[in-house]
């Protein structure tokens, strides 16, 4: 991993309340916008990822977060969680975070999620004060006791653009995020935000307050709570290490044709 330093934020999607974490280890790269990308995780490349390693979060979560849980195997990113106890936690956890920003655009992912009460599998993207800038967010969120289902928000200087801690806008999946692959994006305009499901529009945020104006940065994670049951269940602790799989992940900034077949700009445009 990178060398250790203080201070330096690593976020989590949350939503309705987005939980901003303070990392022992940073990014190697300053922040910037980043430009149109297509990851297919041949490799995991370092470059663009950094991986949070060593540290844990605040009360709410239950795990450490351990880099040996954020693999690239098979073409496919690999998140974790896993019954490992770890320094004060009885858990290990996974996530990611790119080492740049990006700004208006199309974010999108093909992923499968494990199933577990009490777990929070993630696909956003997230900038805040720690990095320089207000908070700003957009979410894609799997609550696992439910994988029949996804929750979208944003936030936008702290405030969620749903009004309220926990008041994000329910989705029904065309099919368990357990049981196959499904195919995430949302395209940040400067006046409106749209959500997709295997390439079906599902929301349109359009009121000024909704829209985040600061480039973000592109998170996965995986994580448990034993604290945060109204809105996630009861924890069920995995009896076996589990995984949320990313097929591929990609950007395609504002103004710019699609840049693959699957990508949800080939079906819109």
Known sequence: MTAKTVNTPFAMGCAGAALLFLSAAAPATAQGTGATF??????LDLGRWYVADGWATGDYSNCTWMDDLVKAEDGLLNVGYAPVPYKERENSCGALQTRTAFGHGTFEARLKTPSGSGLNA???TYIGPTQGAPHDEIDFEVLLRNTGEVQTTTFVNGVSGDGEVGSGQHHALPYPSDSDFIQFAVTWAPDRIDYYINNELVRTMTEPHTIPTNP????????????????MGEFERPAEPIAMQVDWVAFTALGEECQFDESVLCAVQ
């Open 38 to 43: 297509f990851d297919g995780f041949d490799g």
């Open 122 to 124: 993630a696909f956003f």
């Open 216 to 231: 973000q940065r592109i998170f996965f994670s995986l994580w448990g709570t034993d604290t945060l049951t109204d809105w």
